[in-house]
Nanobody, 125 residues
Framework: QVHLVESGGGSVQAGGSLTLSCEAS????????MAWFRQAAGKGREMVAS???????RYSDSVKGRFTISKDNVKNTLYLQMSNLKPEDTARYYCALKSVSCLPQMEVPGQFDWWGQGTQVTVSS
């Protein structure tokens, strides 16, 4: 069983920065995809960024140029550096993992097998 634990959320003003962390329990998959999703109140879960097992990075258009996803393989931790935050970035952010490549259907939450509990990010104007 894989466990994912997010941390680093909080409240910031527009234009500010936050870094989220997702610590994963040890796993051994020949292929995998880790991703950050977010869910705003009353909305569906949206893929923000993904990190494939070949270190292929992908971002949603809404965060491209502002967010950076990275992974520390020694610590087995996934990060999401968020800068120039906007009020529309307000959401609960989730870390997710699946034991296959990111593509296809990278943006589909149902394709991911393991999820963290989420961490709240609130951006005020």
């Amino acid at each position: 069983q894989v466990h994912l634990v997010e941390s680093g959320g909080g409240s910031v003003q527009a234009g500010g920065s936050l870094t989220l962390s997702c610590e994963a329990s040890r796993y051994r998959f020949s292929s995998y995809c880790m991703a950050w999703f977010r869910q705003a109140a009353g909305k569906g879960r949206e893929m923000v960024a993904s990190f494939g097992h070949r270190a292929i990075l992908r971002y949603s258009d809404s965060v491209k140029g502002r967010f950076t996803i990275s992974k520390d393989n020694v610590k087995n931790t996934l990060y999401l550096q968020m800068s120039n935050l906007k009020p529309e970035d307000t959401a609960r952010y989730y870390c997710a993992l699946k034991s296959v490549s990111c593509l296809p259907q990278m943006e589909v939450p149902g394709q991911f097998d393991w999820w963290g509990q989420g961490t709240q990010v609130t951006v005020s104007s």
